[in-house]
């Protein structure tokens, strides 16, 4: 197969896409982890939650307002919100008991999480493919002199960065930011100082869990058709991505996601049916040379 | 000391007593009566293809609910089992079934590859078996069994049908591209496909393999496009075809090419969505807007039931459980053998109108449609989708497919 400059960069673009999605998932698990200590194996079903959500929301609105073109925007602001609440009360509820115990309590109840929410989505949605609309101003291709590419992921390309330098400043640049990180050096000492560590935790978890729900409501035009597993297949590649880049490290995430959408659209290229294993022989190969990750501290 | 001893004794005595009864009660509950039939569905009720596997349950349900679940004076029971789309599990459950329920009708058919398993397990634990898989080798000599009878249309069939109806309909598009499922009915389909193609003067100038659990089609169809071909022809099935059809549609290749799908259902196009679907063109083995008394009244009596219109897949697996309801009625038994005589030759109204049991190789043979899907703007109800522009009816003589049954039954000539 010629390999023209439209197949080569047509792929780097596709990987781009999926690992830069990843990437913006392994945000929020990562921020959980620095912050938390807690490995949120329910962040697949909160990307999930969002997608369904915002699938609901657009159904709902489009019938309110008519034509999925504001419908969509809408619900890239509320389905979020929604997330984040189910991981507050996720946080509050369930996983505050298990902070001071064996780090196997925590990883059971994210995982037994993960099967009652899919379920809960099964009897809710039902388990029938549903057809996730695009956005009318982003429908259609783009001519880019080397090929035609879809407007959609065009967008996701653009706006991701956008959105993870927004946290970044956030983390970075403000007050509460840095109440945050405080929390993460030294949990203790900032208790001592005053801050109420319990409530940072509270919203900490359900900022990553809300990240997490807004890229589902991202990814929904690119994924498609809606179904339940949906969260299986992305928490996977969200966790290489975080030990590739460093678990606990914002910019290892970003690095990370980048680097194995890129390896995955060579692969496709080169060699097709090795397209969904590379991503996990990338992580082998960091754990054997550079376990902490690319950019990873501890 | 003898107080304990004859509490204890005592203790142990209404324990098994208990275990005893528990034992009886739980295994008359779950057994079978006397006087009982199992009609079973062992197919893929989870994964990329369990929204057709569902439909396929619901199907023998219905066609049960037609005789009041009773045949030959014999309640019906109805059991299903999952096949997770995996050929190993499928035996596994099939064999299971026939152990625990004894069923005298087991429907599947969703998965080619899961069907050429199981078919085996039908002759070999004589159980009556209707497969909707595609893979022509399930009817084939060598492969198929008397046991085993098909209502879908072979690839063979499909590809002379819609592909060669697509190509006289079209006869300047002749640079072809596939993207298909790497598995038995992907692999196959892609090869009848093929042949047809060139049979009629085209080319098949590339094909991509994907992986059955494949998410993401951007690859595939970058792929697809840079060759310019007239055609891409997509060879997948259920959620699989869904998203690469979406994504087929979101890289605006039906601006550059025209796209044909050889076969598929109802609610995969319902996944597509008809503003990705408009354009496309659509091969299918049933319609629901088939113009006959067979296919109104099913139609109406599962929109009643189920709240939704049927796809093929229903009218399918409700024709193999009519048929073969009918068939005990006609020859007085459950018994398989005779069954399989009864349904032999038979004709009869079914969905496409006239339809025959061919007494040779246990398919039946009738009509299979090619269709241009609609703009949402023509669609006049939500299942709206299709236009059928056209059908053909090309089914593998004797002389090409010589099947010579193993099973020596009374009724052969």
């Known amino acids: ?298 | 000391m003898k107080r304990k001893t004859c509490q204890s004794s005592l203790f142990v005595l209404s324990a098994t007593l208990f275990f005893a009864l528990f034992t009886v009660f739980f295994g008359l509950s779950s057994a079978t009566a006397a006087d009982e039939i199992v009609f079973a569905t062992v197919d893929d009720l989870s994964g990329p293809y369990a929204a057709s596997g569902d439909e396929g349950a619901k199907a023998v349900q219905l066609a049960l609910d037609e005789v009041g679940w009773k045949v030959l004076g014999k309640k019906v029971k109805f059991v299903k089992r999952d096949t997770q789309l995996k050929p190993a599990v499928g035996v596994r459950k099939f064999r299971e079934v026939v152990e625990q329920e004894h069923p005298v009708f087991v429907q599947s058919g969703c998965s080619s590859a899961v069907q050429l398993a199981m078919q085996e397990v039908a002759a070999d634990t004589k159980t009556l078996f209707w497969t909707q898989g595609w893979a022509s080798k399930l009817t084939s000599a060598g492969t198929v069994n008397r046991y085993t009878f098909r209502w879908d249309s072979s690839n063979f069939a499909i590809a002379n049908s819609s592909v060669a109806g697509f190509m006289k309909k079209f006869p300047e598009a002749k640079t072809f591209f596939s993207i298909t499922m790497d598995y038995a009915w992907g692999t196959d389909m892609y090869t009848e496909a093929k042949a047809v193609v060139e049979k009629m003067g085209g080319k098949m100038i590339g094909n991509v393999y994907t992986p059955i659990k494949e998410t993401d089609y951007s690859g595939a169809i970058t792929k697809a496009l840079s060759a310019k071909p007239d055609v891409i022809m997509l060879n997948l099935y259920g959620s699989p075809l869904i998203k690469c059809a979406r994504a087929t549609a979101e890289f605006g290749a039906k601006d550059r090419a025209k796209v044909l799908i050889p076969a598929d259902g109802l609610t995969m196009l319902r996944g597509i969505g008809a503003e990705a679907l408009a354009g496309m063109y659509v091969g299918s083995h049933w319609w629901h807007t088939a113009d006959n008394a067979f296919s109104k009244s099913l139609v109406e009596r599962f929109k009643k039931k189920y709240n939704t219109i049927p796809s093929y897949y229903v009218a399918a697996n409700y024709v193999g459980a009519q048929q073969t309801i009918q068939a005990m009625e006609r020859c007085g038994s459950t018994d398989v053998n005779k069954v399989i005589c009864a349904l032999e030759g038979h004709k009869y109204d079914g969905p496409t109108g006239k339809e025959t049991i061919r007494a040779f190789d246990h398919q039946v043979v009738h009509p299979f449609l090619l269709g241009l899907a609609k703009k949402p703007s023509e669609m006049k109800y939500p299942d709206d989708y299709l236009n059928i522009i056209g059908s053909g009816e090309v089914y593998r003589t004797y002389k090409q497919n010589p099947v010579v049954w193993k099973l020596k039954l009374p009724c052969d000539k």
């Open chain 1, 1 to 298: 197969m010629e390999l023209s400059m439209s197949l080569i960069l047509g792929q780097l673009f596709n990987g781009l896409v999926w690992g830069i999605v990843l990437g913006l998932l392994a945000v929020g698990l990562t921020i959980i982890f620095g912050m938390l200590d807690v490995i949120n194996f329910a962040h697949g079903v909160m990307y999930m939650v969002g997608a369904y959500a915002a699938f609901t929301f657009i159904l709902t609105l489009t019938g309110l307002l008519g034509g999925s073109g504001a419908s969509f925007w809408i619900a890239l602001f509320l389905a979020p919100i929604v997330v984040g609440l189910v991981g507050l009360v996720i946080e509050f509820f369930l996983l505050r008991p298990m902070y001071d115990r064996d780090i196997t309590y925590q990883l059971l109840l994210t995982f037994g999480l993960t099967l009652i929410i899919q379920e809960l989505v099964i009897i809710i949605w039902g388990s029938m493919p549903m057809s996730f609309p695009t956005p009318k101003i982003l429908r259609g291709v783009v001519d880019l002199g080397f090929m035609f590419y879809p407007k959609y992921r065009l967008f996701i390309l653009i706006i991701t960065p956008l959105i993870m330098l927004g946290v970044w400043l956030f983390l970075e640049k403000t007050k509460y930011g840095s109440i945050i990180r405080a929390g993460t050096e030294d949990k203790e000492m900032a208790n001592l100082l005053g801050i109420n560590i319990r409530r940072v935790f509270t919203i900490i978890f359900s900022f990553g869990a809300a990240m997490a729900g807004l890229t589902g409501v991202l990814a929904g035009p690119v994924i498609g058709s809606l179904q339940p597993d949906l969260g299986n297949a992305v928490l996977l590649g969200s966790f290489v991505v975080v030990v590739v880049g460093g678990m606990g490290s914002f910019g290892g995430a970003i690095l990370g996601g980048i680097l194995v959408g890129l390896t995955k659209g060579i692969t496709t290229m080169i060699w097709p049916p090795a397209s969904n294993v590379i991503m996990f022989v990338l992580m082998a190969l960091i754990l054997v040379f550079r376990p902490q990750g690319l950019l990873g501290k501890r």
